[in-house]
């Protein structure tokens, strides 16, 4: 599958015989012809996201979550200026731009990544030319540097002005906005750069691609570091952070509350559980597949992640783990 980011080059490419033959009397079928290739020329994902609406919903004052498509956002905004957590893909800035605008925000000042997924980090080139200082975990600014493959889909090496600039190890903290927001890495979890993002004041947690609510089984992305342990851990230190009051912000599916955490918790140590003592006891992945430890949460017929792949996945861990 083409990068992405080669989608509008190669639009314009495309789009020139097009241009050429319409100047000329066609014959119907010419013209047929001539409009698949235009049909072709859409790039699917651009295509895709046309219609997509950028909204906005305010969590606290100065703080925000905006739902689009791809992973969802979180605003930081106020006299210090804006703070966007995410970017969901490069054709819909524009509309997360007017969204912040709408807030009543000034323009992104800061980005922070959660993670280096596409469906999270696509934006950055926009954001990066238009002056954001982009922020993440080391590991995301290597990754994005090299480029790999997601789910079998190909993503290409970002610019450099795609990159974050600024880069930690642990963590880092933000003074702004009246309120202090806690930037902290979650080792080997859904990928190796995963962060969540907590603000102190207004109680309102972001957990990046650590928490899918309701809308698929866990991905767990093992080809870029990810663990499913890491994975569980992270919950439960997300948990220590918040408290009944805490609105968190999955990295998709609707907004959750502390106990719809730990139910996510729960399910994830029931299923590692189940998987890793019947990989102890000699059963083989397909064995263990079959077994379907993940059944009862495997509601979604559409879900990004069914029970097969994420059972897999944890076995995947496991072996990772023991090595
Ligand atoms: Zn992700």
């Not at 990046?208 to 890491?230: C, E, M, Q, R, W």
């Not at 003592?277 to 990004?304: C, H, W």
Request: one cysteine or more.
């Amino acid at each position: 599958m083409k990068p992405y980011r080669f989608a509008l080059p190669l639009l314009a490419l495309m789009s020139v015989p097009v241009v050429l033959t319409g100047c000329t009397d066609l014959s119907a079928q010419e013209k047929a012809k001539a409009e698949k290739q235009e049909e072709k020329a859409v790039d699917p994902m651009e295509a895709r996201l046309a219609p997509v609406q950028v909204k906005a919903e305010e969590l606290a004052p100065g703080v925000a979550v905006l739902f689009g498509a791809g992973g969802n956002m979180g605003v930081s905004h106020g006299e210090d200026g804006t703070v966007l957590i995410d970017d969901q893909f490069a054709p819909l800035t524009g509309k997360i731009q007017t969204a912040i605008a709408d807030l009543g925000a000034t323009p992104v000042k800061f980005l922070i990544n959660t993670h280096w997924h596409h469906d999270h980090s696509g934006g950055n080139e926009n954001f990066g030319k238009e002056g954001a200082v982009i922020m993440a975990h080391e590991n995301v600014r290597v990754r994005m540097a090299k480029g790999s493959t997601v789910a079998g889909r190909e993503v290409a090496p970002a610019p450099a002005i795609a990159q974050p600039v600024l880069t930690y190890k642990d963590g880092v903290k933000l003074h702004l906005n009246g309120d202090t927001v806690h930037i902290r890495h979650m080792p080997a979890a859904h990928t190796d750069g995963d962060s969540i993002v907590y603000w102190e004041k207004a109680n309102v947690l972001h957990m990046g691609d650590l928490y899918f609510n309701k809308v698929t089984l866990p991905f767990i992305d093992i080809n870029s570091g990810g663990n499913a342990v890491g994975m569980l851990e992270a919950a439960n230190i997300a948990l220590d952070m918040t408290n009944d009051d805490t609105k968190v912000i999955p990295g998709h599916g609707p907004m959750a509350t502390k106990a719809d955490l730990m139910a996510y918790r729960d399910m994830l140590a029931e299923v590692i559980d189940a998987v890793s003592v019947a990989r102890d006891a000699g059963k083989s992945l397909t064995e263990i597949q079959a077994m379907k430890p993940a059944a009862a949460y495997d509601t979604n017929p559409n879900a990004f992640i069914k029970g097969g792949a994420f059972v897999e996945a944890i076995w995947k861990s496991l072996e990772n783990s023991a090595k």
